[in-house]
C-alpha cells in the first residue's frame, strides 16, 4: 500500500486547537475507514508546553463531544514542512510564523489556514481560546467539525 498522507495541524501552544484538530480528524478517519491512509499530528510555534498533555477545559469540551485529546505537545520543527504534505494552521500568526522557516517559498502550497476548509462557518481563523471562558473551547470544536469534514474531502482527492 502507499505511503500515508501526512497531515500536521499547527497552532501557538499545541495543547489547545492543534491537538483538538488532531483528535477530530482522527476520529472523522476513523469513522470513515481512512485511518491507515491519513497519518496525523500536530505542534505548536512556541515550546512552552512540550511534554505536555493538552488543556484540560479543551480535553473537558472534547471529551463531552466524544474526542480523547491524550497526544503531547510538541513544538514545530523546519523540517516539519518538508515531512509533512499538508500543514494546517489555525490563524494568520500560526501561518507567519511557519512561512518564515520557509524562506525560498517552496513549501507555501502546503501551508494553509485551516478555515479555509469550513464550509459551515465564515471565520477564517480558529480563535485562540487560552485566556477566555468556556464559549471559546466550543467554538474551538465547532470550527473543527465543519473543517474536517472538508480536510477530508479535499485529501481524498489528492489520494484518488
Ligand atoms: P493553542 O492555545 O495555541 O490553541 O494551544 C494556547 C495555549 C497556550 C498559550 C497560548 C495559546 N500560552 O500563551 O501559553
Redesign the pocket.
Known sequence: MAAPFRLLFV??????????AEGVMRSLIEAKGFADRISIRSA?T?G??AGKL??QR?RTAAQNRGYDLSSR?RQVTENDLSDYDLVLV?DRQNLRDLKSFDRASQFDSKIRLFCDFCTDHQETE?P????GGEQGFEL?LDLLEDGCRGVLAHIRSALA
Open positions: 497552532c501557538l501552544g499545541n495543547i489547545c486547537r492543534s491537538p483538538a505548536g512556541g512552552w508546553h493538552p488543556d479543551m505537545a489555525m480558529v485562540d481560546p487560552y485566556y474551538v
